[in-house]
């Protein structure tokens, strides 16, 4: 029979103590959160103040928030992926079908696992990854800006993008802050070289929404001219031993959305089966013929004011490019702008498929700074965040998002 321990020799046995690794980890973890409190504190200010805004309204035309953030339009559909897999299909009174294979899989799945685990249904569920990922969202949008033009420049930037026009929806079970989550935090990380990290985000993205094809962009045409830099700088010993986790992380990039466009092609039998069924949903590539003809079919004031709205996103490209932006950033964000400009889908869901696109904020967001007084900028601040939250109620208490 062994001997029991002495009180006193377990009394002076040494407790286990965390690795010197694990608290520099914790540590680093610590100061980034301290750094970036002041640009989640802003931006949940925004948002609040948005929330606030839509509830009141809500409350007083006697309709329900929660149904009209968690449960109405896209929502619906990743909630039906989310309890029953990819089953149900509507046919349209004209005879086209709507296939739930349009949604891809990330969110439902997080939507499912969280409602497994907690008191939360599928649509709360869908809520919480929506409001966290917005967080989350808006750490990796000031990081990235801090980055680039300090840590000024990442609070506002932040603030930004939730007062954006549609910024409501960032309040709701969409995946517009999940994806754009992954976006900034991929872009992090290929700004600070951490190509697997950056591959392995986009593979996330990819498997949110469609518009991961702009993150793989960036990422590749980063990793071509970098390598062409070398080339072209006589640097061509080991070129690729050299970048080899940068070619990694780009490999891995594009597994994601490609993963779900091969399953999509094996579930229904076809290569192209994916494409067609956003082509059922009038989400083709036609190359800006809808816009266009969009534009024309407007009333003469109408097609005006969104030609100036059209030059101001123009103008703003200009500037981001005027600004030399570093390449992954800025290609990211124009390819954002321009994916959601030549598809042929409802031209209302265009400024939300843009939404993601946070480096356009930048060039603003430094101009703010310009104002040489906080309380300005704060001011300026507040007044957008009260427009986006009186559109935003407006919006959801009317047609909603498409």
Request: hydrophobic content about 55%; some cysteine; aromatic content about 10%.
């Amino acid at each position: 029979m062994s001997a029991e321990p002495s009180p006193q020799a377990t009394r002076s046995r040494p407790h286990p103590q965390p690795s010197q690794e694990h608290r520099r980890v914790r540590a680093r973890a610590s100061a980034a959160l301290a750094s970036a409190a002041p640009a989640l504190g802003a931006y949940a200010a925004v948002r609040i103040v948005g929330l606030v805004v839509f509830w009141a309204a809500a409350s007083l035309a006697g309709k329900d928030a929660f149904h009209l953030l968690a449960e109405r339009w896209d929502s619906v559909w990743y909630q039906r992926v989310a309890e029953h897999g990819y089953v149900y299909t509507v046919t349209l009174p004209d005879g086209g079908i709507h296939s739930d294979l349009a949604f891809f899989p990330l969110l439902p799945a997080l939507e499912r696992g969280i409602a497994e685990v907690t008191p939360l249904g599928v649509a709360g569920a869908g809520l919480l990854v929506a409001w966290v990922a917005g967080l989350l969202a808006a750490w990796g949008i000031f990081a990235v800006g801090a980055r680039v033009h300090g840590r000024r420049t990442g609070v506002v930037l932040a603030a930004l993008w939730g007062v954006y026009p549609t910024a409501f929806v960032q309040s709701m079970a969409y995946t517009e802050t999940l994806f754009t989550a992954l976006a900034a935090w991929s872009l992090y990380a290929a700004l600070t070289r951490r190509w697997i990290v950056a591959g392995a985000l986009s593979v996330l993205a990819g498997l949110t929404r469609p518009s991961a094809a702009a993150l793989i962009a960036a990422l590749a045409i980063t990793a071509a001219v970098t390598l062409v830099r070398e080339y072209r700088a006589g640097a061509t010993d080991g070129i690729v031993r050299r970048n080899g986790r940068m070619l990694a992380g780009v490999a891995l990039a594009p597994l994601g959305w490609l993963g779900y466009v091969v399953f999509v092609a094996v579930r229904e039998g076809s290569p192209f089966a994916y494409f067609d069924v956003q082509a059922q949903w009038g989400n083709s590539i036609d190359g800006g013929a809808a816009l266009a003809g969009f534009i024309l079919g407007l009333p003469l004031p109408g097609a005006l004011g969104l030609c100036v709205a059209l030059a101001g996103l123009g103008w703003l490209v200009y500037l981001c490019v005027r600004q030399r932006q570093p390449l992954p950033v800025l290609v990211y964000g124009i390819a954002v702008v321009v994916i959601s400009l030549i598809g042929s889908g409802y031209f209302g869901s265009r400024p939300r498929l843009m939404m993601p696109a946070f480096p356009l904020l930048l060039p603003p967001a430094v101009a703010l700074l310009r104002l040489r007084s906080a309380a300005r900028t704060a001011t300026v601040l507040a007044l957008l965040a009260s427009a986006s939250a009186a559109y935003g109620a407006w919006t959801l208490l009317g047609s909603g998002p498409p």
